[in-house]
């Protein structure tokens, strides 16, 4: 009675010995991911697989000189296979997602930073304009009031200020070129998702729930609540009020609802994001506008 | 006996009912700032200080229509004038180094998020690159290593990480810019910090003392400690080891000493700091050259 043994070098018949009596070696990858070798060397040896417990025994074989160096590099081939496999439209987007989380975060700094100093100079600018990336344009293209309580300040000194204001506004682009990628990464990768949450949210969905697959096999209790896991956590601990919305909150559905109706939306816009989730994932059909038709009619 | 009354509108003489007999009235705030009408009216006739007591009653002569709309603008020239004359070098180096240090810890963040992202593409140059500013750079420049683990990644994955690596490298040239903009403000305004501490310790210095007038008021010993508020506090709470020194601690004097001479190269240090911030202030010689040397050759 034979063992039939597979590596990543080959498929080898053993006998009782442990002594190679037939082998089939791999050209590349593939043949070893297929079992074609296998399936073939079964049919032609009457074989079982090889027991455990000879398995220690059977590796020592493959120190030998003549299969080492070929075991390493195979091995090497296998790992950086799987890694270069292991990275996938997920990554892409949590990466993408969190860089615009920061650069929110980065020119919202820069901006209030801008608005300290350039008000040495024009104070009435910083009081007219809210919108943080309006007022970063206005001070690259707006000429101050002469009627301003600002100081003289000399050109250098503003010339500082503009150079500041320049990149701010090539944050703002950068934010905006991330939000093209992920919609263009997403219209293909989860269409669905992106139908009716929307580039940002979606994103922040897959970032949370840690990648569409995990995202699609989570309650849609759970999605409801992505994003509010600190809120959550209190609640559990103190009893304090329970959360009602995670990231979703920002959606119009929700934002648009009347404040009584904002944890009934966020319920059912969850439980469609959730079917939308799977649906992408298992490559099923394109349901999500008739699902945020859905949706508009029943909170209307 | 007249009053002789002075606002700013200008210098009036008033009889006993505070009838207004003469005045001299001002065409430029120059002439209010400068004693000259006062002195003129004074010599004319003669006249005593408007008393207290009826001040309330010549200040309702003012509200009249006549006077009302002159006073009005007159005061906010002179507030104007007065908040021009407010914004000085100080602020223009409190700003610029307030902004450096946001855009060290931004650019910082930012390199951090493409060493992650880029790493899923050539893993390899974030290991052999410690540098953040160097790593983005290669980031733009260099092919990645056919050997890679990486994986594979599309032209519009890896274009969105070289448009994120080139807006840091911006934010760097900025920062760079920043301390060449403070260097020449500091070169005629505090010439002596800038010689001895350097464009960056001179300006945190210069924020943290709010101001080159105050910073010259502080005794050596505070000059030694600004920047280690923290630790101090901390250490006259708890009897903790009390600071050795604040931000002069990047200095290479300091940098550069045997351990268990840091401490005395700070006191050095923070001494002749603080003559150099006395030096500015009150705009005395260049000593700092000699001031260096000084140390040098005490700290060897």
Redesign the interface.
């Known amino acids: 009675m034979n063992y039939i043994f597979t590596n990543i070098l080959g498929t080898f018949i053993l006998d009782e010995k442990l002594t190679i009596v037939d082998s089939l070696l791999f050209k590349s990858l593939e043949e070893y991911k297929s079992k074609a070798a296998e399936a073939k060397l079964q049919q032609k040896h009457n074989s079982k697989p090889l027991p455990k417990e000879k398995l220690l025994q059977t590796l020592l074989l493959f120190k030998d000189a003549k299969y080492y160096h070929d075991f390493y590099q195979k091995n090497l081939e296998l ?2 296979d799987g ?5 996938n439209e997920d ?2 987007i949590m ?2 997602i ?2 615009i989380n ?1 650069l929110d975060k ?1 020119a919202n ?2 901006s209030k ?1 801008l608005r ?2 350039y008000s ?1 100079y024009y104070p009435e600018l910083s009081e007219k304009i809210e919108n943080h990336e309006k007022y970063v344009e206005l001070v690259l293209e707006q000429e101050r009031n002469p009627e301003t ?5 000399s050109e ?2 503003i010339e ?1 200020m503009k ?2 204001a320049g ?1 701010i506004i ?2 703002y682009a ?1 934010r905006k ?2 939000e093209l ?1 992920l919609e ?1 990464i997403m219209s293909k990768y989860c269409p669905n998702m992106l139908e009716l949450a929307g580039a940002t949210i979606a994103a922040r969905l897959i970032e949370l729930g840690k990648g569409l697959k995990h995202l699609a096999l989570l309650p849609a209790s759970t999605v409801q609540l992505l994003g509010a896991e600190k809120a959550l956590f209190r609640h559990l601990k103190t009893g304090s009020r329970s959360p009602k919305y995670g990231v979703i909150i920002n959606h119009p559905l929700i934002q648009n609802a009347p404040r009584d109706k904002k944890g009934k939306a966020a319920r059912m816009l969850a439980d469609k994001l959730s079917l939308c989730a799977r649906l992408d994932y298992f490559k099923g059909e394109f349901k999500a506008p008739d699902y945020r038709k859905e949706l508009e009619g029943k909170l209307q």
Do not use: C, P
Request: hydrophobic letters at 45%; zero cysteines.
């Open positions: 790992t950086k890694l270069k496999h292991a990275v990554n892409m990466q993408a969190a860089n920061e980065i700094t820069m930073r300290e100093w040495l309580f600002g100081a003289d300040l250098s000194d500082e150079l500041l990149r090539s944050l950068l070129q991330h990628y263009k």
